[in-house]
T-cell receptor
């Protein structure tokens, strides 16, 4: 079993829908990252969380340390949100090295 | 700032050939990493460095070598390319733990 599990693996939505991607982990962590990988292949950081909730534009990330679970929400989804969303954790005591989930492929149709 | 720059973007190697993937960052980050991404799988750590002159193995180091002579540069060396090394390689950096990670654009390597 992977230490970082994401669901769903694939998600198709209509423009404007509210989207949730889930990430569960089975190890102790110091931080959790949400990353976005566009079809061109580049990876960008969306959020780094160690507790609570963060918001940036239409994106919201939450983490529940006790339940070892994080969610990434996209409000008012748009076709340009189509990408692979990756959850990654900084394990304790491995420091800043990341352990990655397999990613969620999101497709938003107009 | 250019961020993290990787070269080349694409490369085809024959079995047994060698090559170096270049990675440089201009953010003065101490921590640098090499990951590989295989289809349908999460990124895996190959090697990492916590500062100039210090490197260590990650989860999948076999067949690779690294060096870190300066803060800016962290090249990844493949000595005897094998088909199993066909993958997309990402270099990344950050200032330390619990900080945002910055990734290069990736190198798509095919070994035939």
């Amino acid at each position: 079993k992977n230490e970082v599990e994401q669901s769903p693996q694939n998600l198709t939505a209509q423009e404007g829908e509210f989207i949730t991607i889930n990430c569960s982990y089975s190890v102790g962590i110091s931080a959790l990252h949400w990353l976005q990988q566009h079809p061109g292949g580049g990876i960008v950081s969306l959020f780094m969380l160690s507790s609570g909730k963060k918001k940036h534009g239409r994106l919201i990330a939450t983490i529940n340390i006790q339940e070892k679970h994080s969610s990434l929400h996209i409000t008012a989804s748009h076709p340009r949100d189509s990408a692979v969303y990756i959850c990654a954790v900084e394990r304790v005591p491995s420091g800043s090295r990341l352990t990655f989930g397999e990613g969620t492929q999101l497709t938003v149709n107009p | 700032n250019a961020g993290v720059t990787q070269t080349p973007k694409f490369r085809i190697l024959k079995i047994g050939q060698s090559m170096t993937l270049q990675c440089t960052q201009d953010m003065n980050h101490n921590y640098m990493y090499w990951y590989r991404q295989d289809p349908g799988m999460g990124l895996k750590l190959i090697y990492y460095s916590v500062g100039a002159g210090i490197t260590d193995k990650g989860e999948v180091p076999n067949g690779y070598n690294v060096s870190r002579s300066t803060t800016e540069d962290f090249p990844l060396r493949l000595e005897l390319a094998a088909p199993s090394q066909t993958s997309v390689y990402f270099c990344a950096s950050n200032p330390g733990g619990r900080t945002e990670a910055f990734f290069g654009q990736g190198t798509r390597l095919t070994v035939v």
